[in-house]
Every structure is written in structure tokens, then in C-alpha cells.
């Protein structure tokens, strides 16, 4: 037996002995399901799968692998877009789930902040917060499955971005445990704290690589008494921002979605979902789903200023025809269309899907240069766009040409689509990335277009609390050279 071997086997003892049969497995079967991104586009192999129930045992669990140099890929909900959270090949790591840590520790309702686990559902902590007459305003597609601490370090945006901001703008406190299993407990809320860097921050969509969010304090926002939400057809993306500025114009803060979707992602969707209905009776080239809510009023009171708004577009000509939603139930089935989206066009075939921004007042002429262009470099794919136009977050769709093999087609002719697209958002002044993360999808092309100063801050930053690299390696920062 060499000496790597029995160092392996006594981490895996000590490992299991730590966490116990429901903490600790090695069974293909326990593991298996985990080692896939939710894409289906990476696939590793683990170890192990832990699932600590504590904080203390997360610390307890890093140390036991920082003194065995054995790598660690965090894992909350699964449900990644960059491959952030899925283990090489090498099957050297383990992952660690954080989903069994999913308690809401506490609610103040007065001061309007919650302090929970890393592995509470979005969902879950939605409806905790509505049961106390308050709400988190920060939503997504995969609210079911995503968690708190995936979110946390992924940065995430979602469909409320324009008003309320990213994940970063609602973590007020944090709790992680650092890679030589110290924790850094930073939960208690200050207005005013100027001791230093506010190292919160960094930690904030380092996507597991400095340490390892387990615990948060969370903002919350009095829930709204009115809401009123409006499914909009229109001919071109142009006019969809003149609305977004007319109806900022006329509902000033009441404003909180604003979504663009091309007919053929609402085909799709419609193709995809067999009790779907399209919510207006013509195609059209382009739709917008808007959303307003307010804090004092009722739903008659918005709609009728939304419906003000939208009569204004009309008349000058910047939509075809809308709708606005006239009970909940009708709101969420408009939402279910926009966030049904990414799971439809998967069903659709191969594609390279791309989480990209630019500035928002360039958002529509990105659209209409970048389309055309890559489909006449890459003959047979369609390019499809669809986002939160309010933030300039651009959900940019390559679905390959009919007939391509999946698997296949992304590994070859689709890295050079997404090569390309990451070239034009650059030139464009954008990012390629703007809410999903880089995960190890992105890192040699951040690694690519990337400022070379910011690149080797990160660096710096990656060695000084990582020096082992122990955390999710291979993701996120791009190595020397790369």
C-alpha cells in the first residue's frame, strides 16, 4: 500500500467518523447524481459527498482536509449555470453539501433582516418571510432548488435586479469557514463599520474559492399591498427600452420587472409547457413582461396607472397590444412563461447559453449586431436572445444547427460560438458574466479577456487565503499564464 493510499484511506475514516452514516457516504449511488451540473454539460467524479449539519462540523471537516490535501468543492442546490459546483475528473475532491444545514436561525421582523443557514431553499425562505408580512427581493427561475449559500457565492441576480440590486446589495452579515477551517463570523448587522476591508464583500460571489459560505443575515422589505403586472407585445427590442423608460418615467419606484422575451423563446415555452397559453392572441416579434408593486394602495389603483402608462406606448406607437394580469394567479402564470425559459430551450437540443451584460442603453443594438453575427460565422445555429432588459443582463442562446450531436457540437464548433461572443460583449464594454458566475465554463476565458491588474489581484487574493488551493479548485480564478 503507498503512502498515498493509506493517507486517503485515513481520511476517509476519519472523515466518516467526523460526520457519521448521514453525514458521510462513499456510495456510488449517494454520490452519482451530484456529479453532474445541472446543464448536463460537466460531469466529475467525487471521493466522497459530505453533508455537515453545523458550521462547526464544516470547520471541523476543513481542517481534517487541509491537513490530508484533500480538495474541496462546495455544493448547495445544484442548480449552477458555469459548472461552479461540479468536481473534476480526477475524483481527488470531495463535495461538500451544504443542504443539510437549511434552518432559518432567526426572523426580526422590526429591523427587517433574517439570519439562516447557507442551505435554505429561496423558496422556502420566500414563504418564511411572507409569513411574517415581510419579503426577500430577490427571485429566479430556480427559486425551488437554488439556496441561500449558492447564491450567496455566486452573486446571483434574478428578475428583481432593477430595483433592489444583486444578492451582493442584500447580505448584510456573513458566516464562512475559511480554508485552514477557521470560521469568520461577521453575521451581527452594523449601519456603520470601518475597521478595515469589508471582507463580507469578498467573499461574496468568490464562488466557494476563499472560503466556504455556511450561515447569513439577510435584508428583508415590508411585502407590498399592491402589485399589478403586464404582458406587453411589441415589433422590435428598441421600442422595448422606450417603454422601460416611459413606464420608469411614469411609476417611478413602483417599477421592479422589466423582461424581454422574443416570440421564439415564448414558442418554445408554449411547445414546452402543455397548459401554457399565450397570454396575448397575435405573435409577436417581441414581448415584455412588467411588473410594479407597491407598498401602500391596491391592485386597482397600480393597474390602473400601468394600464395609464401602457395607453401612453400605445398612442405613440411603441406596442402592439398588452394585457395586464387582473388577479395573481394570471401574474404568476406570466411568470411561469419568463421562467420557464432556459428549461424549454434546453429541451430544444444543443446550444451554448451565455449569462452576459452590457450597458443598458446599449442592450438593443448589442442584440441586433450580435445575432446576425454569429449566425453568419457559424452557418445553421440562431441566435436568441432574451433578460432583464432594466439591467442590461443579456440571456445570449446559441442553438446549434439541426442535426448536431449533443455532447459533441459544444466541445467543438460551440466553444468557438461562445469564444466569439465573449469577444463582441468585450468589445462592447460588457462583461461575460453577469449573474451566473464563471465556475470553470468561463475561467480560460476570463483568464483571455480579463484586465490583467484585476486578474492578478485575484490572484494575490486567491493565494494569500488559499495557499494550498484546496477550495473549488480549478474554478473562477484563471491560473498564471492562463
Not at 116 to 142: K, M, N, S, W
Not at 205 to 215: A, K, N
Not at 303 to 310: I, T
Not at 419 to 428: F, G, H, N, P, S
Request: proline fraction near 5%; include cysteine; charged fraction near 20%.
Amino acid at each position: 500500500m503507498t503512502t498515498l493510499t493509506r493517507t486517503k484511506d485515513t481520511f476517509l475514516a476519519e472523515a466518516a467518523e467526523l460526520l457519521g452514516p448521514k453525514g458521510f457516504t462513499q456510495l456510488a449511488e449517494d454520490i452519482e447524481p451530484w456529479e453532474t451540473d445541472w446543464r448536463g454539460r460537466y460531469t466529475g467524479s467525487a471521493l466522497a459527498l459530505a453533508s455537515p449539519a453545523s458550521t462547526e462540523e464544516v470547520s471541523a471537516l476543513v481542517k481534517l482536509c487541509a491537513k490530508h490535501g484533500v480538495p474541496i468543492v462546495p455544493q448547495g442546490g445544484n442548480s449552477g449555470m458555469a459548472g461552479g459546483a461540479t468536481p473534476d475528473e480526477t475524483g481527488a475532491s470531495i463535495l461538500l453539501s451544504l443542504r443539510r444545514m437549511n434552518a432559518i436561525r432567526s426572523i426580526d421582523v422590526g429591523a427587517g433582516h433574517a439570519v439562516c443557514d447557507a442551505g435554505v431553499i429561496l423558496q422556502t425562505f420566500h414563504e418564511a418571510a411572507e409569513a411574517e408580512g415581510l419579503r426577500f427581493p430577490l427571485t429566479l427561475g430556480g427559486k425551488g432548488s437554488a439556496t441561500i449559500g449558492g447564491l450567496i457565492s455566486t452573486n446571483a441576480g434574478g428578475t428583481q435586479v432593477l430595483r433592489h440590486g444583486t444578492m451582493r446589495a442584500q447580505v448584510l452579515g456573513i458566516e464562512a469557514v475559511l480554508a485552514d477551517g477557521s470560521i469568520f463570523d461577521a453575521l451581527t448587522v452594523l449601519k456603520k463599520d470601518n475597521r478595515g476591508f469589508d471582507l463580507k464583500q469578498l467573499l461574496i460571489g468568490s464562488e466557494g474559492t476563499l472560503g466556504i459560505v455556511t450561515g447569513a443575515t439577510l435584508r428583508l422589505l415590508p411585502a407590498p399591498q399592491a402589485r399589478a403586472t403586464a404582458w406587453v407585445g411589441l415589433s422590435s427590442i428598441t421600442d422595448a427600452r422606450a417603454l422601460l423608460r416611459r413606464v420608469d418615467r411614469a411609476l417611478g419606484d413602483t417599477l421592479e420587472g422589466f423582461e424581454v422575451v422574443p416570440a421564439h423563446c415564448l414558442d418554445s415555452v408554449l411547445a414546452h409547457l402543455p397548459d401554457a397559453r399565450s397570454p396575448l392572441g397575435q405573435r409577436h416579434a417581441w414581448n415584455a413582461l412588467v411588473e410594479c408593486v407597491a407598498l401602500d394602495g391596491d391592485d386597482a389603483e397600480l393597474r390602473e396607472r400601468l394600464e395609464e402608462a401602457l395607453a401612453d406606448a400605445a398612442e405613440a406607437e411603441l406596442l402592439a397590444d398588452a394585457v395586464i394580469a387582473s388577479n395573481e394567479r394570471q401574474a404568476e402564470d406570466f411568470w411561469t412563461l419568463r421562467d420557464s425559459i432556459s428549461a424549454a430551450e434546453r429541451a430544444l437540443g444543443p446550444a451554448m447559453q451565455h449569462d452576459i451584460s452590457v450597458p443598458v442603453e446599449r442592450m438593443p443594438e448589442f442584440i441586433l449586431a450580435a445575432s446576425p453575427a454569429i449566425e453568419e460565422a457559424h452557418p445553421g445555429t440562431s441566435a436568441v436572445a432574451f433578460g432583464h432588459l432594466g439591467d442590461g443582463n443579456v440571456h445570449f442562446h446559441v442553438l446549434a444547427p439541426k442535426g448536431a450531436e449533443p455532447g459533441v457540437w459544444e466541445e467543438t464548433q460551440g466553444k468557438a460560438v461562445s469564444a466569439q461572443v465573449y469577444d463582441l460583449v468585450t468589445e462592447w464594454g460588457g462583461s461575460i458574466s453577469a449573474e451566473h458566475g464563471i465556475g470553470q465554463m468561463k475561467v480560460s476565458d476570463l483568464g483571455r479577456l480579463g484586465d490583467p491588474v484585476a486578474l492578478a489581484m485575484m490572484r494575490s487574493v486567491k493565494q494569500a487565503l488559499d495557499p494550498l488551493n484546496l477550495l473549488n479548485p480549478g474554478k473562477l480564478v484563471p491560473p498564471q499564464g492562463n
